[in-house]
């Protein structure tokens, strides 16, 4: 038995197969280092694509927010997400960051503030609330957004003083429905950042 086991072995093809083993076992190494890399990069490129999107915010530097205390949705709202899910999300996560500030959501006889939001339409347009003709949906004449700021499949959302009939406050996330793959969390992460400017600070 012992000499049948000697004889059997053969120390070069035994080498062989030990580097052919360890030849492909690199291979292996390589192609997973190489598709780990390529995974870890796709990563990091989502990454900055989503925290790189732009908000901004202007407000009536005339107003003093610290009375605001109830919201409403307006009854109306144009410009709104087509699909009913995407529009359940935008308005579920408004209604978290502005109850995070400490606003209670009232019925409309009831509230303070007016809220609305809408998303821009290819061209960048805004659509104005007015409903009875006498309200002002505008900050100011001249009023235009910051530089840099994408409006094209942009996230608008105003707040209104529902007795003073007028615009307040409007918040801007840049191109929030650029990309189709990353519209859920471009709307949560973009309002979740853009809320953190409300209120504003003080006029002094």
Request: aromatic share 10%; proline share 7%.
């Amino acid at each position: 038995m012992i000499g049948g086991t000697l004889r059997s072995y053969d120390p070069v093809h035994s080498e062989d197969c030990k580097e052919m083993e360890i030849g492909s076992g690199e291979k292996r190494f390589r192609h997973v280092s190489r598709r780990a890399g390529l995974l870890a990069l796709m990563v990091a490129w989502t990454c900055v694509s989503a925290y790189g999107q732009k908000v901004t915010y202007d407000w009536d530097k005339d107003v003093d927010f610290t009375p605001y205390r109830t919201y409403a949705w307006v009854p109306d709202l144009p410009g709104k997400a087509a699909t009913p899910s995407t529009d359940e999300r935008i308005r579920g996560n408004i209604d978290v960051q502005l109850q995070l500030t400490g606003l209670k959501r009232v019925p409309p006889a009831q509230a303070a503030l007016y809220v609305r939001y809408q998303v821009t339409t290819d061209k960048g347009q805004i659509a104005s609330f007015n409903p009875d003709g006498q309200w002002r949906p505008s900050l100011s004449p001249d009023a235009k957004p910051s530089a840099g700021t994408t409006m094209k499949g942009s996230l608008i959302v105003d707040l209104y003083d529902r007795q003073m009939k007028k615009l307040v406050w409007r918040g801007i996330v840049s191109g929030a429905f650029e990309s189709r793959q990353e519209v859920n969390y471009r709307i949560n992460k973009g309002l979740s950042k853009l809320f953190t400017y409300y209120p504003p600070p003080p006029t002094k």
